[in-house]
């Protein structure tokens, strides 16, 4: 079966510090990853995407995800934290329909 | 500015009662999809739909319909079926049929049981 785990519910972490929430992922063939991030009562919103090439994606906001596929991970990354970046952050894997991770609610302390 | 929009945001159901959620995007956008939101649980997949007059079932779909008459259009109909309809609902949309481009996502309607 075709999944996603997000292993930690939440992750804390210093503001200036760099950040890490995991992902792992079970799909045959290539996948197609994705980060979303969605503040209270909001939608979700895009942040970056691997489809092929490079292993380290940038995206928006400062983001960027290193895609390990012997280990098939798609972790996300942020050199320094900001308290803005609290927040719910979903992986989602492509293949003929999009499948999401449970989640892992990011906070940043000052 | 194009995008999505969901309404009503909040929405209340009474006991045997059908309800509307709507759904329009101005992105031109092919593929569509309808998402419920629970604490803990990420994102179920209700209905999707990748082309005007079609749409599938996702992997909730009991007691939910929906249709695509239109391409900007999927609106969602909570049915008296739907027994535990008290959630977060999300539209999404993707270009073309959604093959490895990202969503994109409404601001979701409340639905809460009266």
């Known amino acids: 079966a075709q999944s996603v785990a997000q292993p930690e519910d939440q992750v804390n972490v210093a503001e200036g510090n760099p950040l890490t929430v995991k992902c792992t992922y079970s799909?045959?063939?290539?996948?197609?990853l994705f980060w979303y991030v969605q503040y209270p009562n909001r939608g979700l919103q895009f942040l970056l995407k691997?489809?092929?090439?490079?292993?380290l994606v940038k995206g928006s906001y400062g983001f960027e995800a290193e895609f390990n596929k012997s280990q098939t991970s798609f972790h996300l990354k942020k050199p320094s934290a900001l308290v803005s970046d609290s927040a719910l952050y979903f992986c989602?894997?492509?293949?003929?329909?999009?499948?999401f991770g449970t989640g892992t609610r990011l906070k940043v302390l000052a | 500015d194009g995008g999505i929009t969901q309404s009503p945001k909040y929405l209340f159901r009474k006991e045997g009662q059908n309800v509307t959620l709507s759904c329009e995007q101005n992105l031109n956008h092919d593929a569509m999809y309808w998402y419920r939101q629970d604490p803990g649980q990420g994102l179920r997949l209700i209905y999707y739909s990748q082309i005007v007059n079609d749409f599938q079932k996702g992997d909730i779909a009991e007691g939910y319909s929906v249709s695509r008459e239109k391409k900007e259009s999927f609106p969602l109909t909570v049915t008296s079926a739907q027994k535990n309809p008290t959630a977060f609902y999300l539209c999404?949309?993707?270009?073309?049929?959604?093959?490895?481009?990202?969503?994109?996502f409404g601001d979701g309607t409340r639905l809460s049981i009266l």
């Open positions: 999404a949309s993707a270009e073309g049929q959604g093959l490895n481009q990202p969503q994109h």
């Open positions: 799909v045959s063939g290539n996948p197609y």
């Open positions: 989602a894997v492509k293949t003929y329909k999009y499948i």
């Open positions: 691997y489809i092929t090439g490079d292993n």
